[in-house]
């Protein structure tokens, strides 16, 4: 228990980070805590600190794979729009938002769980169960894709916080 | 430029992004290559971008996905009002039909009066058979 205590207090900003992004602020709220009620049921692995940080990561990741494929069975899609009416700032992440739904899953929580999470390549490569060659790759096929996706976009042109 | 070239030059590229990539992610890299990386006006570009992309999803933590939530908040609203819709209709349609049927078959408004002031008697017999011993009471009597 004292395990899951410290546990959390070190990482729930980062897994939560994480999950919104995938599932939205509300349901994220409920996976990271789902995620650390899980760690209480059962025993945190004897490693260094990254190697429990991507075994957290790795928890959250199952639970937003599981909670994706039962909304997508409930026909809860997730639709996102422009708005011309938004601010600047909140219509680029808008834009973000719709260029990471592009992304392959994978490539996704690759790149979140490095720009979300803050993880190293070792352990993404161990919360994804990727070879660290790989994780090296999707990175960076998915910031290539999302840099041609915010480019192109109305939000990338020059008079954006994009460029 | 050959295709070959091209395919080479490609491939460098992306290598070179691979190594200020890892430059920004705070891994372990070779200065040399990272040297030889940053030469390239392309990859400086890219390194420039990777930092304003990781700017931009900072920014998505501060900002809820409002849209994504309010679909969904909309959904599970709408659930609610159409059970409450169901419910007021289910109501209206009870009290009309209720309306309808009282006034096409109203109930005939009878009186009925009883009497009790005891002026009342019952009436005089038209016949009277005395009750004799031994004889069947019960026989018919022709005519009757």
């Known amino acids: 228990m004292a395990d899951a205590d410290v546990l959390f207090t070190a ?19 409920e996976l990271t805590q789902e995620v650390f009620l899980r760690v209480t049921r059962t025993t945190a692995p004897q490693t260094d600190e990254g190697g429990r940080r991507a075994w957290l990561f790795r928890i959250a990741r ?9 909304d997508r069975r409930r026909g809860e899609t997730v639709e996102i729009t422009g708005d011309p009416a938004l601010p600047p700032t909140q219509t680029l992440a ?57 480019r192109t976009s109305p939000e990338g042109r020059s008079d954006s916080p994009w460029r | ?51 304003a992309l990781r700017q931009s999803v900072g920014r998505m933590s501060a ?23 169901a419910v007021a209709i289910s109501l209206a349609g ?9 006034q096409g078959s109203a109930a005939p408004s009878v009186e009925t009066f009883v009497d009790f002031d005891g002026s009342a008697s019952a009436p005089k017999p038209t016949r009277v058979v005395p009750l004799r011993p031994g004889v069947n009471w019960t026989e018919k009597v022709e005519g009757q």
């Open chain 1, 94 to 150: 808008l834009a973000l938002r719709e260029a990471l739904d592009r992304l392959s899953p994978v490539d996704r929580d690759v790149f979140l769980m490095r720009e979300a999470g803050g993880l190293t390549y070792d352990e993404i490569s161990f919360a994804c169960q990727l070879t660290a060659d790989a994780v090296r790759s999707r990175l960076h096929r998915a910031r290539q894709q999302l840099r041609d996706t915010l």
């Open chain 2, 94 to 102: 009870g009290y009309v039909a209720g309306q309808r049927t009282v």
């Open chain 1, 62 to 70: 199952n639970l937003a794979l599981n909670h994706v494929r039962d």
């Open chain 2, 1 to 51: 430029m050959t295709r070959d070239e091209r395919r080479a030059s490609a491939e460098l590229n992306e290598k070179s992004c691979i190594v200020v990539a890892a430059l920004a992610d705070g891994e372990p890299i070779d200065p040399a290559a990272l040297k030889e990386a940053l030469d390239d006006p392309g990859v400086r570009d890219y390194l420039v971008d990777l930092i």
């Open chain 2, 63 to 85: 900002l809820p996905s409002v849209q994504w939530r309010e679909r969904r908040s909309f959904l599970s609203r709408a659930g609610w009002m159409a059970a409450a819709a």
């Open chain 1, 11 to 29: 990482h729930r900003e980062g897994i939560f980070r994480y999950l919104c992004r995938i599932v939205g602020s509300e349901d994220a709220r």
